[in-house]
Each structure stands twice: as C-alpha cells, then as structure tokens.
C-alpha cells in the first residue's frame, strides 16, 4: 500500500515536500524514514514530540548556519563534509527534517565478502571501525574491494576531523560523534558526518541526547547519575567531541577501543561498564600503568591481529599521532580542557602521511606504513623489509636572517613521491582551503638509473645548497645523504636536509 | 568482549501445526539475516532458540550471529511453558557469564516468549525458578485467539498479542524482535541507562497489540 504524502515547511511558507509513506518506515533510534518519490531526500521525522526549545534549534541549524556552513566560500567542499538538514516540516505535532540523500558511494557495492546481505547498504561507521569485519577467518567480513588500505583510513581520519574544526570553529559541538554518526566509504577516501541534528547551538537548550556508548567522554558518564539541569552534570560540549574524535581515530587507525582493556572495576556489569568508561577510565597502551591491558584469550578470534596491543602498538600511527594519543588518553582524559582540539589532529595526521611509505608486498592488507625512524625499516603488518636506501627529508623554515630550525615535519621519499607547495612554503597550509592549483604537484621523487632524483617541474627558485647550483624547472637534482636543498627563497620558503635511511 | 544474550523461547505444541510453524521457523530466518545487516548486532548479539511442546529443549545454544544456523522445527504435542522457563532459567546459569575478578561478564539477557495456547504443565514452579534470573526485559507474545494475554502478563509485564497467528502477522512480530534486538545491541553499553521495559523499543507494528 503506497501512498504519497504531502507535508509543509515550518520555515518557509508555500513550500511543500512529498514522500512515500508505505506503512514501513525505517526506524531509527528515534526518528522514521521516509523516502521523497524521486529519492532526492529524506523526511526523518521524530517519534516524540518536539518542544518550543528543540523547534528553535532545529529552526537555527536549517536557516542560519546552514547559510554559514554551506553559502560562502569553500561551502562546497563543507557540503560532502555533513549530510546536513535543509528544511523543517511539521504534520500535525510532528516535526520532520528534510535531509538530502546521501551520496552513492556511501552504499555498498559488494558488501560482505561471501555474500549479497548488505550490498546496497549504508556505509555505516562501525563496519570499517570493527576488526572482525576485515577478519579473513571471519564469515561476515567485508569484501576487500570495500576495506581500501591503511592510507584511506587517514584520509577519512582528516575528513571527519576537519568537519569537526569547522563546527567548532562555529562555535557548535556535535554531541554524537560515534561510527554511527558517520559514512565511511575507504574505495573514495570519503566520509560525511550525518545526523547534524543533535548539534548543541550556542545559547540554546541542548539536545538530551548523552551520546554513543563507545565515545562518551568519562565526564559525562560520572555526573549521568545527577539531575539534567544540576549544575555539576557535564553535558555534551566540545570538549566531549574531542574525546569522541580522538576515539574515532583511534579506532579507524586500529580497530580496537582505546579504553576497553581487561580491567575489573566492579563485579556488576552494568557499574564495571559505567566505571571502566567513566570515572576510572584507562587508556589500554598507558605506558606506565599496564591494568587495563587487553586481555588476549578472552577475545574472539575474529578481533586479531588488532586486539594485540603489543604486535601492532598505536606507536605505528607514528610520532605526531602517538603524541595526540597520549595527549587524549593520558592527560586529557580525566583533564577535558587539555584534549588536542581539531585542528591539531588534521596536522597530525597529514603530516603522518608524509612519513608513509608503500608496502613492497603486493599482498600486504595494509599496503602502507609509517616509517619508524629505525635503521632497519619493515612494514609492521606483514613484516616485508624496505628495500634499498630510503631518502629523509627533514624540512626547515628560516628563523632569522642565518638561522634556520626544523619543522618537525619530515618528508619520506618514495618512487613517484610527490613534492607540494605546503612543503615547499611554510605559509601554505595543508587544508580544505588549498585553491585548486596549490593542489598541482611542484615536482616529484622517482628512482632513475640507480639513483634517487628530484624532478623540479614548478619550482622557481630551487637550489642545491650544497653544491651551490641553481636547478631550473625541467631539470632534476640528484637526492643523497647529507645534501641540503632550498626549495624556495620567497618569503616561507623551506630548507629541506636529506638524510638515507636503510642504507 | 561483553555479549548480549537474547533467548527465543517458540511454542511449538501441535496447534502450531501447518501456517504458524512455517510462519516462525521463516520469521527466525528473516530475523538472522536482518539481524546480518546491523554491525552492532553482529558485534554483541548472541542467540539461543528453545522450543517447547510436550518438552521443552534447547535446540539452538547461545550462537553469534556469524555462525548462527536454524535447525528445523516441527509443531506437535503439548505445551510445556513451565519447563521451557525452567530451562531458559538453566540456560542462563550456564551460558551467561558474570563478571568476576578475572573476567568482564555479558550483558542482562533479553528474553521473548511467543505461544498460541494455554500452558499444559505446572508452569508456575517454571516461572518462579525464572523469576530468579535477571533479565534486561522479557517480552511475551500471545499469538492468535487460543493465547492467554492476562497469564502471560504474570510471566512479564511486556506482553504483545497477535489478533491471529498467521504467516503476516508472525512474520511482523519477528522483524519487530529483530528491531528491538537492534536497538538494545546498540544501546546497551550506555551503562546505567540500560532499556528495560518496552516503552524503549522501538514502537510495534500494527498487528501488534501491546496489552497493558
């Protein structure tokens, strides 16, 4: 029995929208979902009735900030960030929002490995945040063609981490940062946060949600027990969206949790949860206290190689993300104020990417990984040793007139490796505001007749320091140990010092 | 890993014979494989089936959604819904893990109850040994006519009846129980906030009647 409803907008007047009511919507934790006939949008609306308080917000999200967000510069990229509401409607006391249709590549296209059972399904978080789904002894797992390799879960990693900063940036916190509140599609690189509707708006009532089990920030749960509006309850804010971001990454770059260890904080369930996630909450790697260790043999299979903290330790998310790590699950964890806010884990984690190199192992999982700084570099997840020399490139930026000091950004050479402005120039930064032709490579990294070579394609003013030489775009300048390289000598412009690795 | 352990106790005393037995051993699969696109779902739920007509036995032990395979039922004989909780009550012993000094235990298991008849056992020395295991919630689901609501509402205070015990209308039961499984796998771990009582789940079709 299908039938096509109209409903009207609380917003603005005459506007009207259509969807299919077949007696089945989806059900959502607290909405129902219904298709437009043309499948554009959604109508989610609410099961309860929403009050004066909610409308409001509600009200603000569709018309002033998505006027913020969206309708400016740069708004086009922020659109594939979220999957953001665009319209309220009301039917008799029920609210609904209109929300565009997610975008194609957020469903799968093959889903499980060995079966149809959720191909053109959403591309719900938690499938790509979970180890057994990527567990080949596992009967549901994914197929490979959805897992994407190591590389694909920084880039998503920078996607969410960017639609954070830029809600923070609004002065909104999220309040629901969970797997579940996000599509991940690794095939893209891709990612958008959905259900905006939570959002906590600045002198508004905030939404009574408490947020996704696995993310709630230990504040939050040790205070759940008083009154809503007592003064000591923490509710969610954006310092609790750092901890759930810092979670998220954590769990997308090793699929396990960051605090769920073997340790017994209570012998009744539900207070040893409430405990062990909240007031005495402890990140399982903590270098000094090894109570919450994960412990191995009460763990299903289907959870390894991931759940074995010491085979692949966070440490081989390398040392900008190891420092946030510890900074988020040391001390910021019971200390909100000192948790890395947004911005710091997007540089975090490009400047990781910088540090990757390919697997040379063409059946490796993984297929990249962070150089560890060691003088006998192997990928950590298959074991396959790098091959030959590998080039350091450590970048500098000039203090005063003679005075140079590194970056702590290094750059790791690969064959086809390419070189951008954000390294050649310290005032270009990495970020969703790069114009299209910052985005151009400037040259690039290859393995030539036995030799490591930088091919200078844009670069004006490239100069080989150490041998004194101007080298002209087209031209190339051979890479080896101890060399000192100018990449530019406009205002911000880099020093890079090359070091061989593996040699 | 903390697991959530959900218990199908499924009449299959001889009145369930021809439509309704097909309509629940369906309704089981139906539910497996919705239950197959929730990673939630797949990441906690554990499932165990007991049926009951002369006896009661566990044909299912507690089984991730992974592995989990229906084996065939057939409706004949009486109705032992005393034994079924007494067994349900045994099975809890011994599959649910508590939480010890060593080891994080599972989570309160869910129970669903669904029958068409009127038990022919001493059911309330089952009931009372059940009444001794915690359980998150248990829901009872008095399917067609022939089905005591009001005994059932002694048993839980969660009971839902089918106007008939047709293919539909068990087929709308199950896919509600597969949704509520959904739900609570993913809002268990709220600790302290655990869902407890059918007002949390998610609403029921309209076969279904909540009987209050």
Redesign the interface.
Same mark, same amino acid.
Not at chain 2, 103 to 108: C, F, M
Not at chain 2, 186 to 194: H, Q
């Given at each position: 029995m299908t039938n096509v409803k109209s409903v009207s907008s609380i917003i603005h007047s005459g506007k009207s929208y259509q969807y299919i009511d077949n007696g089945e919507p989806m059900r959502g934790g607290m909405k129902d979902v219904y298709f437009a006939p043309d499948r554009s949008y959604v109508i989610a609306f609410y099961r309860d009735k929403q009050d004066f308080n909610s409308k409001e917000r509600l009200t603000k999200l569709v018309t002033q900030y998505y006027d913020s967000f969206f309708n400016r510069e740069g708004g086009e990229y922020y659109k594939t960030v979220y999957s953001w509401p665009t319209d309220v409607v009301q039917v008799g006391s029920q609210i609904g929002l209109i929300v565009p249709t997610y975008r194609k590549n957020f469903f799968f296209a093959k889903g499980y490995a060995t079966s149809d059972g959720i191909k053109g399904k959403e591309k719900q978080g938690l499938w790509f945040a979970s180890a057994k789904f990527r567990n080949k002894q596992f009967a549901l797992r994914l197929d490979e063609s959805e897992l994407g390799n190591w590389l694909s879960y920084f880039q998503i990693a920078v996607k969410i981490a960017r639609g954070v900063k830029r809600l923070h940036a609004a002065g909104l916190a999220h309040s629901d940062l969970s797997y579940k509140n996000v599509l991940i599609d690794p095939v893209n690189r891709d990612a958008t946060i959905i259900d905006i509707d939570g959002l906590v708006v600045p002198g508004l009532y905030p939404p009574d949600v408490i947020g996704t089990a696995d993310f709630i920030a230990p504040e939050v749960l040790s205070t759940k027990h008083l009154e809503l509006r007592d003064p000591s309850r923490k509710h969610a804010n954006r310092l609790t969206d750092l901890h759930a971001l810092a979670v998220m990454i954590y769990m997308y770059l090793l699929y396990r949790h960051p605090l769920k260890g073997g340790k017994i904080n209570s012998l009744d369930t539900e207070e040893d949860d409430l405990l062990s996630m909240g007031e005495k909450a402890l990140f399982i790697e903590h270098p000094t206290d090894a109570s919450n260790r994960p412990k191995l043999d009460q763990q299903p299979k289907s959870a390894l190689p991931w759940a074995d903290i010491s085979k692949l330790p966070y440490t081989i998310t390398g040392p900008y993300l190891k420092a946030l790590f510890d900074q988020a699950f040391i001390v910021g964890l019971h200390n909100p104020q000192q948790r890395p806010n947004a911005d710091m884990w997007e540089q975090a984690l490009l400047k990781t990417t910088d540090l990757m190199q390919p697997c040379a192992n063409p059946a490796c999982d993984q297929k990249w990984f962070v150089f560890d700084n060691s003088t006998s570099p192997k990928c950590p997840f298959c074991g396959t040793p790098i091959k030959g020399t590998l080039p350091v490139l450590d970048l500098y930026y000039q203090f005063k007139l003679t005075v140079w000091k590194p970056e702590n950004h290094r750059l790791m050479v690969y064959h086809n490796q390419y070189l951008f402005q954000w390294h050649v120039n310290r005032n270009i930064v990495r970020n969703e505001r790069l114009t299209a032709e910052q985005k151009v490579p400037v040259g690039y990294f290859t393995w030539f007749n036995n030799k490591w070579v930088l091919v200078n394609q844009k670069l004006s003013s490239l100069k080989d320091l150490t041998e004194d030489k101007v080298i002209p775009v087209g031209s190339m300048v051979e890479i080896t140990d101890g060399k000192k390289l100018l990449l530019s000598n406009e205002d911000g412009g880099r020093v890079v010092v090359i070091t061989m690795a593996n040699k | 890993?903390?697991r959530l352990p959900v218990y199908l106790l499924l009449d299959t005393s001889g009145s369930m014979t021809g439509e309704p037995i097909e309509a629940v051993k369906n309704g089981v699969q139906v539910m497996i494989?919705s239950l197959? =696109?929730n !990673? =939630?779902a797949? &990441?906690t739920a554990f499932i165990s089936i007991i049926t009951f007509d002369s006896t009661a036995r566990q044909l299912v032990p507690l089984t991730d959604?992974?592995?989990f395979q229906m084996v065939d039922i057939k409706a004949t004989g009486t109705t032992s819904l005393g034994e079924a909780l007494k067994l349900v009550a045994t099975c809890i012993d011994n599959e649910v893990a508590?939480?010890? =000094?060593? =080891?994080?235990?599972?989570?309160?298991p869910l129970v669903f109850i669904m029958t068409d008849g009127i038990p022919t056992d001493e059911w309330q020395s089952g009931l009372e040994e059940f009444k001794k295991r915690k359980t998150a919630y248990t829901v009872a689901c008095a399917a067609g006519s022939g089905a005591d609501s009001n005994l059932l509402k002694q048993i839980t205070e969660n009971v839902v009846s089918l106007d008939t015990a047709d293919s539909q209308s068990i087929s709308k039961f199950f896919s509600w129980v597969s949704?509520s499984i959904g739900?609570t796998s993913?809002?268990? &771990?709220?600790?302290?906030? &655990?869902v407890t009582g059918i007002g949390e789940l !998610? !609403?029921p !079709?309209?076969e279904l009647n909540i009987v209050t």
């Open positions: - | 890993m903390r494989s197959r =696109q !990673p =939630q797949i &990441e959604l992974a592995s508590k939480t010890t =000094q060593e =080891q994080k235990g599972d989570w309160k949704a739900v993913t809002k268990v &771990e709220d600790a302290g906030k &655990e !998610p !609403p !079709p309209s």
